[in-house]
């Protein structure tokens, strides 16, 4: 079962590393949700369900629809 | 395929065989632990039968609560902090008039389901805290959803218009609070310990199991976390300028 959240543990790398070269910021925020749920499944199967039922709530939910107000706010993409 | 998609895989592998490497090198030194260390058996062993008891089977909320009670405490007053300093940031915000569009049928009646589901779920997570996985912040947190669904969907002036607006919020933030701090001072004037549990509060209620303050604590918790994000995401859903939100 390990390995398993090792998978998943490496699939969150490459996430990260699509949100932090995404100039789409609006993209950015939807792999950071994905992110989110990569975690997610790595905490289940590392048997911590009161820690997912906070973090799925809060990554998922709460944090993607800050940010997606945020980015209303200014502009969509983002000018390097 | 472009030289910029090239570049970017290049770094995206160089990037995975440094992770695969570092986790192959440190494996060596870092052995899974086979046996609890003296604290967690101290707490699986107490936190229902034991002499040390909090009343409660499950072990995470009696150490969130009881155990280690005054860190939840004091991360609840950093959350009201920060939640009242927004709050005073948008204060001298202009009430812009603006003309909700909302979104079409279809969203509106999914967004109608998933919210009661959500806040079914919500208060179930918080009211069985002190049994199953669960407790105040989760499910408060998860309440927090149904409203910015709400936003989303419908629009903040629907919200508002139904009696759930910023000073309503506040109110409901406030009374969660206070039961917090009244349920955590009340053993300390009566002579015990601060944020003292079994002795003082009813371990079971009608034969149902209530874990003393930790039903309490959990509740109140729910409404505090759940009212509080709910004020964030009513001001920033605020439109500037007559935009639409």
Redesign the interface.
Known sequence: MLELA?VFL?CA??LS?LIV?ETDLLKAVAYSGVFGGLILMTLYVLMA??V???Y???SV??ST??MV??I??TTRHEVV | MRWSKVKKLITLSIILLSVLAGAYYLSSYLTPKIELNALGEFYIRNSYFGEYSSGSPEVVTAILWDYRGLDTYFETAVLFMAIISAVSIFRSMPNVSFHPRGFTNITKTGVKIVGLVTFVAAATTAFHGHITPGGGFQGGSMLAVVPLLVIVGFSKKTLEKNGFNKERALVIRTIGLLTIALVAFYPAFIGKYFMQNLPIYPKEIYGMLASGSLSLFNMAEFLAVGAGFTIIFLLLSNPEGGREA
Do not use: E, H, R
Request: proline content about 5%.
């Open positions: 090792a490496l790398v490459v590393y070269i369900p009161d997912i039922l906070a799925v709530a809060i939910g709460l629809g800050l107000f945020i209303s706010k």
